[in-house]
């Protein structure tokens, strides 16, 4: 379970990303935020691994505390949580299952990542994650090779390596085009299903957050502003949540619709 | 196209900066300084021009190269060494200090950025540590180790290894600095260390600019043996000296000529290895 107790943020320069945030998610659940940009979503992601370091308040991961953990308790923590990034973050310039063996650094010394002598069990589980995403037949291409659709799926591999506990995603389709996004976002649906990961993903199109997010929670200039269904979010709560009428810009379109009765 | 509304949202031309032509002025008035009599070193066009004859029968002897001097740089047997002579010797200095000095040049260059350093004291002192090697040249370098272990190829080694690692830990670092982070915050967040960052997120970014900084290093290094043979350091330096005294500049020609084949056949690797690298 992830809790938020009285979580700020406050960047140098005076922004605060994080007013005083109190949120429960439970194990398993497919959270999804909304807000626009700026609202708080990255940071609100990024505390829970500790990416972004609070500046008040506490963010508690199974039990552990985020804020007063030492170097080598956030790597462990880290250990369990995957993240997925918006511009996914492959190295390039190396194979994708390279890419995806990164997931099982964690469990691997530091000599054998030096030389690259993965053990055959890590290579097996990378290759395991590719299969999920259904992208193990291009393990051994060089990853600039590959579409963005394909790139973000490597990231999810990637996060799926680690055998995590948690999910985050920042943003994942923000990059993409809708049917290459639906297809990534119900992949990210499936994986929380099938193997109960807490999964937390950051969207801007609400459309997409009402189709796939479990439970939605709105953000406005780092404080909460909504927390309930996607089922239950209509124009009026999102209205809310933006603070302002929406616009054809804020919904990613018809695939939504037709994904939805997919579904 | 109605300018009257846009014209109050286009924002006014913002005033050029004086930095750059004032930049240029002090530039040229230092330069015409040094080159003055009074207070420079007096660079005189007409001495250059009338003193042109001599250079021409260096240069007419330098187009005119004496072949029969290569045996003098290079001898070839059946039995092993199967090559030896200066010019080897001067490969052979070069391909050492290159595989040495580039090799530790690799962990200096990830303390010495931004970007991978454990902190920024770590930064401050590599870079500090690394002026100053590069400060000092390769024939000081020279001269200091042929005073402290005698003279021969060794201390020509030493002083390419200790200039290697000032070149490649430099340009490499800068690099490293300018890497994709995204690859970065990708490794941290997956729970691994440091050292395992640096391997798979950073490191299959710079590669190829590393070979290639470790090639123009081989590069160097072999022309550095020129200087390096003056002082009693090795390789064929000592030979074009000797020759130098000769006034034989049909002799100096061949070596200028075989150091050029050298320099060329490592630019062609080079750009071989980059194309199959990137």
């Known amino acids: 379970m992830i809790r938020f107790e009285k979580a700020s943020v406050t960047y140098p320069g005076g922004v605060h990303a994080l007013k005083d945030l109190d949120l429960e998610i439970p194990d398993g659940q497919m959270l999804v935020t909304v807000g626009l940009s700026g609202a708080g979503k990255s940071t609100l992601i990024r505390a829970i691994n500790g990416l972004v370091p609070l500046t008040s308040g506490d963010v508690i991961v199974d039990g552990v505390s985020v804020r007063g953990a030492s170097t080598k308790q956030l790597r462990e923590l880290r250990s369990h949580i995957g993240m997925i990034f918006q511009t996914f973050n492959l190295v390039k310039r190396t194979s994708v299952l390279n890419n995806v063996l990164m997931g099982r650094l964690h469990t691997t010394s530091t000599w054998r990542s030096l030389l690259g002598w993965y053990r055959p069990e890590d290579v097996e589980i990378a290759m395991q994650a590719l299969e999920r995403v259904d992208i193990v037949e291009k393990a051994y291409v060089r990853a600039s090779n590959l579409s963005g659709g394909q790139q973000q799926r490597v990231g999810i591999a990637r996060a799926l390596a680690q055998e995590p506990t948690i999910l985050l995603a920042d943003e994942p389709v923000a990059s993409l085009d809708p049917p290459t996004s639906h297809v990534v976002m119900r992949d990210l649906q499936r994986i929380n299903r099938e193997l109960g990961i807490t999964t937390i993903v950051n969207l801007h199109f609400l459309d997409l957050a009402k189709v796939y997010g479990e439970r939605i929670v709105g953000l406005r200039a780092g404080e909460l502003v909504y927390d309930g269904t996607g089922a239950a979010a209509d124009e009026g709560v999102f209205r809310d949540i933006y603070g302002r009428s929406l616009t054809a810009d804020d919904m990613m379109g018809k695939p939504a619709a037709e994904a939805a009765a997919g579904v | ?278």
């Open chain 2, 1 to 278: 196209m109605s300018t009257a509304t846009t014209a109050g949202r286009r924002p006014a031309k913002p005033r050029r900066s004086l930095a750059v032509p004032v930049g240029i002025g002090i530039f040229v008035v230092i330069t015409l300084l040094s080159v003055s009599d009074q207070w420079g070193i007096g660079l005189d066009i007409g001495g250059i021009i009338e003193d042109l004859g001599n250079g021409r029968v260096i240069l007419e002897q330098l187009l005119d190269p004496n072949w029969d001097f290569i045996p003098r740089t290079i001898q070839f047997s059946a039995q092993p060494p199967f090559v030896t002579g200066p010019l080897v010797e001067t490969f052979q200095m070069a391909i050492v200090a290159a595989f040495i000095g580039c090799l530790v040049a690799l962990p200096v260059a990830f303390f010495a950025s931004r970007t991978t350093a454990p902190s920024r004291p770590t930064v401050v002192i590599s870079r500090g540590i690394l002026s100053v090697v590069r400060a000092i040249p390769d024939i000081l370098y020279a001269i200091i180790f042929v005073a402290a272990v005698g003279i021969g190829p060794l201390p020509g080694i030493m002083a390419l290894i200790f200039f290697n690692i000032g070149v490649v830990a430099k340009l490499l670092s800068e690099t490293v600095d300018a890497v994709d982070e995204g690859p970065i915050e990708a490794a941290d967040a997956g729970g691994g260390n440091r050292t395992q960052m640096v391997r798979w997120a950073v490191l299959p970014q710079v590669l190829p600019n590393y070979v290639a900084y470790s090639l123009y290093a081989f590069e160097l290094n072999v022309r550095a043996s020129t200087v390096l043979g003056l002082v009693g350091a090795g390789g064929i330096g000592f030979l074009l000296n000797v020759q130098r005294g000769f006034g034989a500049w049909s002799n100096i020609s061949v070596i200028i000529i075989e150091l050029f084949v050298i320099v060329f056949v490592i630019e062609l690797i080079s750009i071989r290895l980059r194309r199959r690298l990137v």
